[in-house]
């Protein structure tokens, strides 16, 4: 689903992985092996965990994406593109809150999100991703937040397959 309340997108992306919750957030979330087989290994993208602190659920890390950006905005942006994850896990209430800054333009793109889940049946459970994209860039700002609301929802679809492949292949 794609709303654009004001000159906000909000993208809700929803999963079924075939895990528990509990699996999810410590074998998938909670794993530097799992970020690296997902970031490096399968998407062939840069990773770097620079903080992660599981006494307080805060998490940095930096990211540098493999995407083909519209030629238009590649030249908006120029360079290599990174950003960096900034969140906090909750365990108790069992979501995580995030906001992506871009390594470029960071004062004009603002993306925050909140990862929940949610049991279904026997071993599996439902990934729901809410974010909301704003970027204040006259002429191109409505591009670009379809542009990244597209790549967002296409690298997750493939982040949950891989979940899913990952996990079966653990057991």
């Not at 590649?74 to 593109?81: Q, T, V």
Request: charged residues 25%; proline residues 4%.
């Amino acid at each position: 689903m794609l709303v654009r309340p004001g000159m906000t997108v909000r993208l809700t992306i929803e999963h079924v992985l075939q895990t528990t919750e509990e699996r999810f957030w410590s074998d998938v979330f909670g794993s530097e092996d799992f970020n690296r087989a997902l970031y490096i290994d399968h998407l062939g993208f840069g990773y770097e965990l620079e903080s992660w602190d599981p006494s307080d659920g805060s998490r940095r890390a930096r990211i540098w994406p493999v995407t083909n950006v519209p030629k238009a905005l590649s030249n908006l942006i120029g360079g290599e593109i990174s950003f960096v994850e900034d969140g906090v896990y909750d365990e108790a209430a069992g979501h995580y809150d995030f906001h992506i800054i871009p390594s470029r333009l960071s004062e004009r793109i603002d993306v925050r999100g909140r990862v929940e889940t949610a049991p279904l049946a026997d071993r599996t459970c439902q990934r729901t991703v809410t974010l909301d994209i704003e970027v204040r860039m006259f002429g191109v700002g409505s591009m670009m937040e379809a542009f990244l609301a597209k790549s967002t929802r296409e690298q997750y679809g493939k982040n949950a397959a891989f979940i899913n492949e990952y996990l079966a292949a653990a057991n």
